[in-house]
């Protein structure tokens, strides 16, 4: 549990960097709410939860002097990291700052080291908007940290909008003026997650009666199936409409243009 002192600490730290009003803060600690229009647990599937890739922290911990942000930061546990601002648009145990997520940080410009973002950039209406908001934020030179799925099912927190390729990934960033100098697969992101979510999914959504098909069947047996044959056709018109949408290999729209 992190002590209201070490809050207290955390936001003298960071107070110089908030905007107007907020670095007048009467409460004079975190969390603060900047905004009247956060999300709330309920709207989300569930609490976002993960360790901080050991890139990230181990760039702040050598560089204790400067200040970070981890973006979309969900819950933490109790690791402390008194040099990073945590930012969340909803009250989760973690957040120092809960935002707006439809308005532009309450953040001076230029007066972060570094960002963190992680499994976020796809839960946003307008990436790009972000993106920009983050170079708007850091100092000349500053860095960015990205974790940004491609092939992952539907999951909500409380939105899922856009997934991107490596060339999706690099080119958003370049395209706001960013250096790219890394864009790699890591290890949590490999296709082995990808094969043993959409299986997960499939076989849990799937009813029980049904279930047994697919777990029964070998890998080469599952790969030489007709993908528009009867036994597709069965488990897919088995599946509830979510579990549709949630492991839908593309969607289509018609669309018009309002008079």
């Given at each position: 549990?992190?002590?209201?002192?070490?809050?207290?600490?955390?936001?003298?730290?960071?107070?110089?960097?908030?905007?107007?009003?907020?670095?007048?803060?009467?409460?004079?600690?975190?969390?603060?709410?900047?905004?009247?229009?956060?999300?709330?647990?309920?709207?989300?599937?569930?609490?976002?939860?993960?360790?901080?890739?050991?890139?990230?922290?181990?760039?702040?911990?050598?560089?204790?002097?400067?200040?970070?942000?981890?973006?979309?930061?969900?819950?933490r546990?109790?690791?402390?990291?008194?040099?990073?601002?945590?930012?969340?648009?909803?009250?989760?145990?973690?957040?120092?700052?809960?935002?707006?997520?439809?308005?532009?940080?309450?953040?001076?410009?230029?007066?972060l080291?570094?960002?963190?973002?992680?499994?976020?950039?796809?839960?946003?209406?307008?990436?790009?908007?972000?993106?920009?908001?983050?170079?708007?934020?850091?100092r000349?030179g500053?860095?960015?940290?990205?974790?940004?799925?491609?092939?992952?099912?539907?999951?909500?927190?409380?939105?899922?909008?856009?997934?991107a390729?490596?060339?999706?990934?690099?080119t958003?960033?370049?395209?706001?003026?960013?250096?790219?100098?890394?864009?790699?697969?890591?290890?949590?992101?490999?296709?082995?997650?990808?094969?043993?979510?959409?299986?997960?999914?499939?076989n849990?959504?799937?009813?029980?009666?049904?279930?047994?098909?697919?777990?029964?069947?070998?890998?080469?047996?599952?790969?030489?199936?007709?993908?528009?044959?009867?036994?597709?056709?069965?488990?897919?018109e088995?599946?509830p409409?979510?579990a549709?949408?949630?492991?839908?290999?593309?969607?289509?729209?018609?669309?018009?243009?309002?008079?």
């Amino acid at each position: 549990m992190i002590s209201s002192a070490d809050r207290a600490a955390k936001f003298e730290r960071f107070r110089h960097i908030l905007e107007e009003p907020w670095h007048q803060s009467k409460a004079g600690t975190f969390p603060l709410f900047t905004t009247d229009r956060s999300y709330d647990l309920e709207n989300y599937q569930s609490e976002s939860q993960g360790n901080l890739p050991e890139i990230f922290t181990h760039f702040v911990e050598v560089q204790p002097d400067k200040l970070f942000m981890d973006l979309g930061c969900g819950y933490r546990g109790d690791i402390l990291f008194h040099n990073v601002l945590n930012v969340e648009v909803y009250p989760s145990r973690s957040a120092d700052l809960i935002v707006d997520p439809t308005r532009p940080y309450p953040i001076r410009s230029e007066t972060l080291d570094g960002i963190g973002c992680f499994a976020v950039l796809e839960h946003t209406r307008q990436p790009w908007v972000v993106v920009r908001e983050m170079r708007r934020m850091l100092r000349k030179g500053g860095t960015v940290f990205i974790d940004w799925p491609f092939l992952q099912p539907v999951h909500g927190y409380p939105s899922h909008y856009f997934n991107a390729t490596r060339e999706g990934l690099k080119t958003i960033f370049e395209d706001e003026g960013f250096e790219v100098e890394l864009c790699d697969t890591f290890v949590n992101q490999t296709v082995a997650y990808t094969v043993s979510w959409v299986l997960g999914a499939l076989n849990h959504h799937l009813p029980a009666e049904i279930r047994p098909e697919l777990l029964n069947m070998t890998v080469g047996e599952l790969m030489a199936l007709d993908v528009q044959g009867e036994q597709w056709r069965r488990w897919l018109e088995a599946l509830p409409a979510t579990a549709r949408e949630e492991l839908a290999c593309g969607n289509s729209l018609v669309a018009k243009k309002a008079a």
